[in-house]
């Protein structure tokens, strides 16, 4: 079975950066999307951003031009790299893969179970 387990959230100030990493486990042989969502309390799930094998990043407006994605398709792992931070960013921040290839199953879609990151004013 495959799971993705992200790392790196916590609190900082309005104006740091945090970094965000996701690694796949389950004996996965490539992963066509990565990236990350966020769910703010009271909102509903929004993308953030994500990266396609073969493909730039693509970012949402909010955090466009602060909010970086990187993959290492070896290692099977997305990191994000979270500049300028805002407080309106405090959300629980959520690795997604799509297109997930294991060696004896194929999985559409899977989710981390989340890292919280709040930002201060």
């Known amino acids: 079975q495959v799971q993705l387990a992200e790392s790196g959230g916590g609190l900082v100030q309005a104006g740091g950066s945090l970094r965000l990493s996701c690694a796949a486990s389950g004996d996965v042989f490539s992963i066509r999307v990565m990236g990350w969502y966020r769910q703010a309390p009271g909102e509903q799930r929004e993308l953030v951003g994500f990266?396609?094998?073969?493909?730039?990043?693509k970012y949402a407006d909010s955090v466009r031009g602060r909010f970086s994605i990187s993959r290492d398709n070896a290692k099977n792992t997305v990191t994000l790299q979270m500049n300028n931070l805002r407080p309106e960013d405090t959300a629980f921040y959520y690795c997604n893969a799509e297109g997930v290839l294991t060696r004896t199953a194929n999985y559409n879609e899977v989710w981390g179970r989340g890292t919280l990151v709040t930002v201060s004013s």
């Open positions: 990266m396609a094998l073969g493909e730039s990043s």
